[in-house]
T-cell receptor
Framework: DQQVKQNSPSLSVQEGRISILNCDYTNSMFDYFLWYKKYPAEGPTFLISISSIKDKNEDGRFTVFLNKSAKHLSLHIVPSQPGDSAVYFCAARKGTYKYIFGTGTRLKVLA | NAGVTQTPKFQVLKTGQSMTLQCAQDMNHNSMYWYRQDPGMGLRLIYYSASEGTTDKGEVPNGYNVSRLNKREFSLRLESAAPSQTSVYFC????????????FGPGTRLTVT
């Protein structure tokens, strides 16, 4: 039972354009959502998060949108840069210490 | 400030062997976690420790044990390794406050033959 789904395994975007990564969830009890970026042979690194009581959070080039009625969140990267090429995971917090991760989307930014 | 460190980086075990994966953090975080990452599965929580002296099961605890040795260190033990435990293991820590992000170590790639 996949509670957090990233349905696109991969995405290619031209440098300078917008990258949009999507994530769907099934559990209404999630209270916090996070995005992580992962390079090969490294651990995930935190990018941005959003509380379930908000619908948007921005940090520089990264914006996360949350649509609670659709149980959908998205990460927008504008403008995309070659260094953004990585695997992106969304995660949802279930209770104080449990996080459910999606399967990841591999983003490739083409120069 | 090294963040979260894990040892070893790579390990090959034979079925039935045991080993302990070590993890340490220098950020004075209360909470620590062990995850495994398998192809197409994302990261799955094995065990977590909310604070020093406590440990709890996550999503996939079978075949593993953990020890929260002190506030800095959280180890994961495989008592009798099985091929199904071939995976990349990540340790993480968090303060449990603010944006609730977790800080991850570089991972241990474990192969069980």
């Amino acid at each position: 039972d996949q509670q957090v789904k990233q349905n696109s395994p991969s995405l290619s975007v031209q440098e300078g354009r917008i990258s949009i990564l999507n994530c769907d969830y099934t559990n209404s009890m999630f209270d916090y959502f996070l995005w992580y970026k992962k390079y090969p042979a490294e651990g995930p690194t935190f990018l941005i998060s959003i509380s379930s009581i908000k619908d948007k959070n921005e940090d520089g080039r990264f914006t996360v949108f949350l649509n609670k009625s659709a149980k959908h969140l998205s990460l927008h990267i504008v403008p995309s840069q070659p260094g953004d090429s990585a695997v992106y995971f969304c995660a949802a917090r279930k209770g104080t210490y449990k996080y459910i991760f999606g399967t990841g989307t591999r983003l490739k930014v083409l120069a | 400030n090294a963040g979260v460190t894990q040892t070893p980086k790579f390990q090959v075990l034979k079925t039935g062997q045991s080993m302990t994966l070590q993890c340490a953090q220098d950020m004075n975080h209360n909470s620590m976690y062990w995850y495994r990452q398998d192809p197409g599965m994302g990261l799955r929580l094995i065990y977590y420790s909310a604070s020093e002296g406590t440990t709890d099961k996550g999503e996939v605890p079978n075949g593993y044990n953990v020890s929260r040795l002190n506030k800095r260190e959280f180890s994961l033990r495989l008592e009798s390794a099985a091929p199904s435990q071939t995976s990349v293991y990540f340790c993480a820590s968090s303060s449990g406050q603010g944006t609730y992000e977790q800080y991850f170590g570089p991972g241990t790639r474990l192969t069980v033959t």
